[in-house]
């Protein structure tokens, strides 16, 4: 079994930039890969960013790949996404997760079902 925990969410205004990180603990030798979602009040949880634990493989959604970056600290079982130019329209919880047992294809497609293990999430608010 594996936890996520998400930390580094905020309140900021437009512009500014945040960085988030995923702390896996438990059964962290699984994890192929872990990908970063959002999900905004109302709409569908949507897949931002991925990576892959051993090669460093990263994929981005296009409508943020300008603006975010994935990265990892493998020593510290802990995944990064960093945020600039943020916009009102970037609000949302922020997750973490890792796929299911043989699905690790997902973390380059972000099909959210085919994720298994979640962090609880970590607010960003970003104002105008």
């Known amino acids: 079994q594996v936890q996520l925990v998400e930390s580094g969410g905020s309140s900021v205004q437009t512009g500014g930039s945040l960085r988030l990180s995923c702390v896996a603990s438990g059964y962290t030798d699984g994890i192929a890969c872990i990908a970063w979602f959002r999900q905004a009040p109302g709409k569908e949880r949507e897949g931002l960013a991925g990576?892959?634990?051993?090669?460093?493989?990263?994929y981005y959604r296009d409508s943020v790949k300008d603006r975010f970056t994935i990265s990892q600290d493998n020593a510290k079982n802990t995944v990064y996404l960093e945020m600039s130019s943020l916009k009102p329209e970037d609000t949302a919880l922020y997750y973490c997760?890792?796929?299911?047992?043989?699905?690790?294809?997902?973390?380059?497609?972000?099909?959210?079902?085919?994720?298994?293990?979640w962090g609880q999430g970590t607010q960003v608010t970003v104002s105008s």
């Open positions: 990576i892959y634990k051993a090669e460093g493989t990263t």
């Open positions: 997760a890792a796929p299911r047992d043989g699905r690790n294809w997902a973390c380059a497609s972000f099909v959210a079902a085919e994720f298994g293990q």
